[in-house]
Structures are given as structure tokens and as C-alpha cells.
């Protein structure tokens, strides 16, 4: 199910691609690195972290042209994605 997620999102992820910056782009869905946090409250959450997947070909800044994903154990299609963003400025949602 957590292969079926990771798809998903990055098929997402490469539709909004064009197809100068999909050429050469890869993932590999058994690179990542199993993990685990504890909340305050005692809650323990498990996850596979895939970091430092870049989302262009012609990298000119590799400490800012990549992205990180996190896939809890036992997540489906419907799990929230949370993406975070270090871009300046108002939030206005």
C-alpha cells in the first residue's frame, strides 16, 4: 500500500512536469530510510523518509532543488500528503 502511495504521489509530482524536466528524473521506491518519532503525548509514528529527491534536471542549487517525502507505515491513497515549503512571505490560505 505505501508503494501504491509513493506512485501516486509522484505520478502526480510528474504530471506537472514538462517533458524537458522529466527526462532523466528517477525514483527508486526502495531507497528509503525506515524511521520513527515520538510526540510529546507518548504517540510513537513510523515512516519511511525519502530525502533529497531532486524535481529538475538541470540542477543549479542542490541544497534548494530538492524535496523530501515521508510516508508513515500503513498509509493508502486517502492519508493527507503534508508538503513543506521554505518559501518567504504571507500565508494566506
Known amino acids: 500500500m505505501k508503494k501504491v502511495m509513493i506512485a501516486t504521489l509522484l505520478c502526480a509530482l510528474a504530471a506537472t512536469m514538462t517533458a524537458q524536466e522529466k527526462k532523466g528524473l528517477s525514483f527508486d521506491a526502495n531507497a528509503?530510510?525506515?524511521?520513527?518519532?515520538?510526540?510529546?503525548?507518548?504517540?510513537?509514528?513510523?515512516?519511511?523518509?525519502?530525502?533529497?529527491?531532486?524535481y529538475v534536471t538541470?540542477?543549479?542549487?542542490?541544497?534548494?532543488?530538492?524535496?523530501?517525502?515521508?510516508?508513515p507505515n500503513g498509509a493508502t491513497q486517502q492519508t493527507p500528503i503534508?508538503?513543506?515549503?521554505?518559501?518567504?512571505?504571507?500565508?494566506?490560505?
Open 32 to 54: 528509503g530510510v525506515k524511521a520513527s518519532m515520538t510526540y510529546v503525548d507518548g504517540t510513537k509514528v513510523s515512516y519511511t523518509a525519502y530525502e533529497g529527491l531532486f
Open 58 to 71: 538541470n540542477v543549479e542549487d542542490s541544497a534548494y532543488q530538492t524535496m523530501n517525502i515521508y510516508v
Open 82 to 93: 503534508f508538503l513543506r515549503t521554505y518559501v518567504g512571505g504571507v500565508y494566506g490560505f
